[in-house]
């Protein structure tokens, strides 16, 4: 969105600045009291790219605009100098209340959506990255290949420290200070490191970089404990002992328990992914529908050790071909929202996403897509668990890991049987296929 220039448009067909006489937004709409109604030329506006609709509700005038509302308000108010800047309303509060899981999800979406640009970036990279090495045999040795990999492979190793910050926004609380844990937990000196302790209580060992969990755990702790902080704090000094506090108490905390409470909930989906398999051909089916869920919460990298050495003992591993039909099933739904959406932002974001995870990473689509709008999601799942049947049935297995897609689908080549990297590709097109058809039918709302 081209906020300054958005913003011009909905002066002019609200009625012109002389018809605003108030201004101000929530989480996502844009609130203006209007002195005439009926100078309101609604038709037009609901075609302005960006807005995605508009209510007349409670004496405002709300244009929904979504999470950019804060910086398209910005643009807004130098335009309307003489309108009242009313206080920033501190969320949507004639929004029907949410049930618990549209909450989580929303909160789990919320606070990943604004890194999405960084991940399309990485995602993009990545894929140019894979038709080099792939297509044109580019040494993946040589230093320029090795830098641009560390690029595109820094937006998911400090991808929580992005989401802390995010969700802190979202929350109402420090977001630097959210960053700054999350950082220093990411660092080397802690991520992955055994035998730590603190004040003389020893740490279980947690894999902080890449992995979301503790985070969007820790971020809710400290907004609680930020608005007693904030209340009981004197006034004069309430800036300096704020993030002192949140600090010295989040860190160890963190650390001691809400850490291995992320760890915990990925050891309890890894155990539960490893019973399942013992089901056979229906065991693909379970685990492909759950991998978009473990991507969603930053989990499916902690079975990567089972994998690893299932293909160690066995040469192969039919654990790993799930992230097949879970990727592809996710391209799929992206692309079906891309084809279908009306607003040209859905249109856009489901195109691109799309493309993204077809070559390479999955995250862009699911978060900026499937989550957001949320039975697209639904229609990604089913076809995901098609396909994973598809997948036990044969037996498709991987001989190495990559992230999959149709670009790395050479991991599938066995030594001494094309048969298995010719099913691996029908599958992937069966996964795709599948996806978009499940979205198309069960449908999406865009609003």
Known sequence: MDYKKTAAEIVELVGGKDNISAHTHCMTRLRLVLKDNSKINEEELKKVPGIQGVVNKGGQYQIVIGPDVEQLHNELAPLVPAAEAQAVVEENLDKEKESIGNQILSYISGSVTPALPVLIGSGMISA????????????????????????????????????????????????????????????????????????????????YTSNIVPALIMVPVMAFLDKYVVKYSPKSIVSIVRPFILSIVMFPLTLLVLGPIGTWIGKLLADFCVAITSLGAPSMAILSALHPLLVMVGMHTVITPLIVNEITTYGSSLLFSKALAGNLAIAGAALAVGVKAKKAENKSAGISTGITALLSVTEPALYGVLIRLKKPLIGALIGAAITGLFIGIFDIRAYATASCSFLTLPIFMAPDNMSNFYLACAAAVIATILGFAATWLIGFDEE
Request: hydrophobic share 55%.
């Open 128 to 207: 140019v990255l894979s038709l080099c090495a792939n297509l044109l045999k580019v040494d993946t040795a040589g230093m320029t290949y090795q830098l641009f990999n560390t690029l595109a492979n820094a937006a998911y190793t400090y991808l929580p420290v992005l989401v802390a910050f995010a969700a802190a926004r979202r929350l109402k609380t420090n977001e630097y200070v959210a960053a700054f844990i999350i950082l220093a937990l990411c660092s080397g000196a802690i991520s992955g490191v055994a035998d730590l302790s603190i004040f003389g209580l020893p740490l279980t060992t947690v894999k």
